[in-house]
């Protein structure tokens, strides 16, 4: 076709969208959605990836480079941006030489010089400017205490801007002032001029006077304090116990000379010392590939690094599939809508062709409607997109956890966006275009259907590909990530389409039913038969509407069924349970206030029942304390070797096998984990309210010094034994050091409990010191006779978090479904649009057949008979549309399942997990109100907007 003959076409086609303008609106609507979405997406993506510069600002400020000392004597191998991954070969790791550690110069020189002063003479003429991290601290707060990160840096110093800025306040300038993150002043309740102590500094609180922001991090509580200010003056140094060289300072800023800086042979250099080093001048201006040798160490380990971005390929596969079959459906349902508008331009069309116009040139005019709707819809969604994120970039930023580095708006990706939009549209008006270039002209001009028989060969082709794209999707769902992707989506797509092409010889099959249904069913049903042109297109829409929310509603009841069968229960059914956590009252000693909190706002808790911790060698969850580890251990026979002590030793492919064959791993029990720990001490009361345990027998057996444990595998000649592994030594180890162990047994009872809230044994606090034991205070447990209502809960909760953060509490309520709200929105939204889609069919059916209904007015038919025909034309397109769909959706639906089932696997994993993993359900009561109830109202809402009065016609021809 001539150029001048598509400007004539797409100036019809413009015409045409102007003069109906709700069915235009509509598919500008539905092209523009997506558009909105992907442009949006694009824009966040884009302008969160920061360009090599942005990365500098946000490392290291204003300095020529960043320094960080990982350990000393250790040797370093790193990317030219140490953030995206670098490899460690730790000092212990050395090799040895008569016994002794064969040393490098460099590594001698690290682990007998100060890292400051190493880094001064590796840098002459370098200013350090330190920043010191400390550990999380409790500190007090408006209401009690929360946990917040302590860093010791001169805010005011300029070097730090673009790393840490004040965006409120000023920054610190006397020791008893800080700066905090905008997320501490959130969590806190405080604000700027507001005082804050840590815990240990009570008497010497600090002033808070400006809020600093890491822009790369705007989710983590901080406060920012002079150097020297707070983490010295700590208990213990701020430090949970032991000693290594981040206590002290570990992290520099390099200040140089004008002009000078720190090039990729001085990072080298640096590396060999322990200190890994970002250097802007080496990331403004990276080195070859070749000339870096951790790329190098790569490349001998078969990897592609562990720091760099991770993504999940199960979610790449899903993702994927969801975007691919969401525009296909698009193109389906807007099908329809320029249906309507070829058979409405019937006439004109049919003229254009009698005036000497070709088939090529009647197509062009109808996909010159899909171009210009398409892409008026593609640049409607981009410019959506754009100012929407434009308008809510600080939400965005908030919501991502950092801030963009500019709006960056790359042409190439909205172009490939706008032609996407155009693609769509095009799709769309296909097949209404094939249909109208291929129409009689003396039918068209007098109004008649020029009525054909479906084609076979198209039906055995739409066969062909229902069959083949549904073996494509189900099959290679368990390939490799390339192949699986490929395989879901364009197996579903194809499945979907072969669908679509088998409609019009379906609705043929469902026209013989006719002959047992009344007059008006009967009538609707031949008339959709017997114009398959515009029955076929909307049957289409309705199926692509149903079949998305089949596909969704089975995966989603799929993934709800795995999560239940996984759920394992915290206690029996109304437990409520009360741990101190793993925040700023880790340690229990606000316990006692945390119980009065529950009891003064749950009413009817009844018997409480106190959990204690048993430990050795110390509580590790007392600060500045070491500890040892205390486990209830496996018979070594019983043991599954792949998480057994000898584990280091093994394979892979050894791993691999033994997950699959060894018995022991698989009889692996799904467990909760909990703060309380595997021994447990308590009595009959705690038997009795975390385990459900009510036989005095099991009470009577902890008074009498054994244990009681719910898992007869634990249980070896009526005694259960328990692993004491002494605490990690100060300073050095090798990579494989473990600490020494010894087991001791107890005499014990089985018990049966219907629960696994995660521990293994209980025993009394007499037989923990017995056994040379301690325990600690960890929490409580009531077991009231009906669940506290949801008031009472949230009551408790606001009361615990004025006390401190990071406390557990719950009350054990049972499996949660968070899927039957989404099934039913989904089962909603599919109905509005399979019923906006029947719709327009059943406007553009009542068209076509005035004539008809002009007929039966003259032989005597009664005036209602309009509106039943048209309710039943409605119905009849839903009923096949919904038929059609319920089976198209489970074909992407099971592929994903099955790609999620053979993503999820791990050697050991247990028989209970395996038969989860993958499990298909289908939601059946969704599926038959859509089937079912959706027909009927589609019958209904078209009877009740359709007007009884007959205007009578002449026919013509």
Not at 418 to 434: D, Q, R
Request: net charge neutral; charged share 20%.
């Amino acid at each position: 076709m001539k150029l001048s003959s598509w400007r004539v076409a797409l100036r019809i086609a413009r015409r045409d969208a102007l003069r109906a303008k709700g069915r235009s609106a509509l598919v500008v609507a539905m092209v523009a959605l997506p558009v909105l979405g992907v442009a949006g997406a694009d824009v966040v993506f884009r302008s969160a990836d920061l360009d090599p510069a942005e990365k500098v600002a946000r490392t290291m400020g204003r300095s020529a480079a960043e320094l960080q000392i990982l350990d000393r004597g250790a040797v370093v191998l790193q990317a030219p941006d140490p953030a995206e991954d670098y490899h460690t070969t730790d000092a212990s790791e050395t090799k040895k030489e008569n016994g002794q550690p064969a040393y490098t110069p460099e590594q001698r020189l690290s682990l007998d010089t100060d890292p400051a002063e190493l880094a001064r003479r590796l840098l002459p003429g370098a200013t350090l400017v330190p920043f010191r991290e400390g550990p999380y601290v409790a500190t007090s707060t408006a209401e009690g205490l929360t946990n917040v990160r302590i860093g010791e840096v001169d805010l005011a110093d300029p070097v730090w801007r673009g790393r840490y800025d004040i965006v409120k306040g000023r920054a610190p300038s006397a020791d008893h002032e800080v700066a905090a993150s905008q997320e501490f002043l959130n969590t806190s309740g405080l604000r700027i001029g507001d005082r804050t102590a840590p815990r240990g500094l009570e008497s010497t609180p600090f002033t808070i006077t400006g809020v600093a922001e890491y822009p790369g991090d705007l989710r983590t509580a901080v406060l920012f304090a002079r150097p020297g200010a707070v983490l010295d003056k700590l208990p213990n140094g701020g430090a949970r116990g032991g000693s290594s060289v981040s206590e002290g300072v570990s992290h520099w800023l390099v200040e140089l000379p004008a002009g000078a800086g720190v090039d990729w042979p001085k990072v080298m250099e640096l590396n060999k010392y322990g200190f890994t080093a970002a250097s802007r001048a080496v990331i403004l201006d990276p080195p070859a590939r070749s000339e870096v040798p951790f790329y190098a160490y790569q490349d001998s380990q078969g990897s592609s690094g562990g720091r760099t971005a991770f993504f999940d390929r199960t979610a790449v596969v899903v993702l994927g599939t969801v975007v691919g079959m969401a525009l296909l459906e698009i193109v389906l349902l807007a099908g329809p809508a320029f249906a309507v508008g070829a058979r409405r331009s019937r006439r004109q069309l049919g003229l254009l062709a009698a005036g000497g116009g070709d088939r090529a040139q009647v197509r062009a005019v109808v996909l010159g409607g899909g171009v210009v709707l398409g892409l008026t819809g593609a640049v409607v969604g981009l410019a959506g997109g754009i100012g929407l994120v434009a308008l809510l970039r600080t939400r965005a930023e908030e919501a991502a956890g950092q801030r963009f580095g500019h709006f960056d708006l790359q042409p190439l990706d909205l172009l490939g966006i706008l032609l996407i939009g155009l693609v769509t549209g095009l799709l769309a008006a296909v097949v209404p275009a094939v249909q109208a270039s291929r129409q009689d002209v003396v039918a068209a001009l007098t109004g008649r259907d020029n009525l054909k028989p479906p084609s076979r060969k198209l039906a055995l082709l739409g066969l062909l590909m229902l069959g083949g794209g549904s073996a494509l999707a189900l099959l290679g769902a368990t390939g490799g990530f390339g192949s699986r992707s490929l395989a879901v989506l364009g197996g579903s797509a194809i499945a979907e389409l072969g669908m679509v092409a088998l409609t019009p010889y379906l609705v043929g099959l469902f026209g013989r039913i006719g002959r047992w249904l009344p007059l008006g069913p009967r009538l609707a049903l031949r008339d959709s038969v017997r114009h398959r042109g515009r029955t076929a297109p909307a049957v289409a829409a309705v199926m692509a509407a149903v079949a998305g929310s089949v596909a969704v509603g089975v995966y989603v009841a799929s993934s709800d069924e795995e999560h239940r069968r996984e759920y394992v229960a915290a206690g029996p059914a109304n437990a409520v349970i009360l741990s101190s956590g793993w925040g700023a009252a880790s340690d229990g000693s606000m316990l006692a206030q945390q119980r009065g909190a529950v009891q003064n706002s749950v009413p009817g808790l009844g018997v409480r029942a106190d959990v204690q911790r048993v430990n050795y060698l110390g509580d590790c969850r007392t600060a500045g304390q070491s500890c040892g580890r205390l486990s209830v251990a496996l018979p070594e026979e019983r043991q599954c070797p792949i998480w057994g002590k000898n584990r280091r030793s093994l394979g892979e492919e050894e791993i691999a096998r033994l997950g699959r064959e060894d018995q022991r791993c698989k009889g692996r029990v799904i467990t909760r984990g909990n703060s309380f720990g595997t021994l447990q001490s308590g009595d009959a009361a705690l038997l009795r309210n975390l385990y459900g345990v009510t036989d005095p027998a099991a009470g009577q057996a902890i008074a009498e010094g054994k244990a009681v444990i719910f898992d007869e595998r634990y249980l070896k000649d009526g005694k259960v034994a328990v692993e004491l592994t002494e605490p990690y030594p100060d300073g050095p180890m090798t990579a494989d050091f473990e600490p020494a162990a010894r087991t001791v047994t107890v005499d014990a009872v089985l018990v049966t409990s219907p629960f696994n809230p995660g521990g293994v044994a209980v025993v009394s606090a007499e037989t923990v010191h017995r056994l040379g034991l301690t325990s600690s205070d960890a929490g409580s447990v009531w077991l009231p006779d009906t669940a506290p209502a949801d008031g009472a809960e949230q009551r408790a909760r606001a009361a615990l978090a004025k006390l401190s953060d990071g406390i557990e509490f719950e009350v054990e309520r049972g499996y949660q479904s968070p899927g039957d709200l989404i099934s039913l929105g989904l089962t909603a939204f599919a109905g509005l649009v399979a019923l906006g889609a029947a719709g327009i069919a059943t406007g553009l059916a009542a068209a076509d057949s005035q004539r008809d209904l002009t007929t039966l007015a003259a032989v005597g038919a009664a005036p209602r008979i309009r509106r039943t025909l048209s309710g039943f034309q409605c119905g009849v397109i839903a009923a096949m549309g919904a038929l059609l769909g319920a089976a198209a959706g489970v074909v992407p639906a099971v592929a994903l399942r099955k790609v999620e089932a053979a993503g999820a696997t791990y050697p050991g994993m247990s028989l209970q997990e395996e038969t989860a993993r993958g499990i298909v359900v289908f939601p059946w009561l969704n599926i038959g109100v859509t089937v079912v109830v959706l027909p009927l109202l589609a019958v209904a809402l078209a009877a009740l907007l359709t007007r009884s009065r007959i205007s009578l016609l002449r026919r013509s021809g």
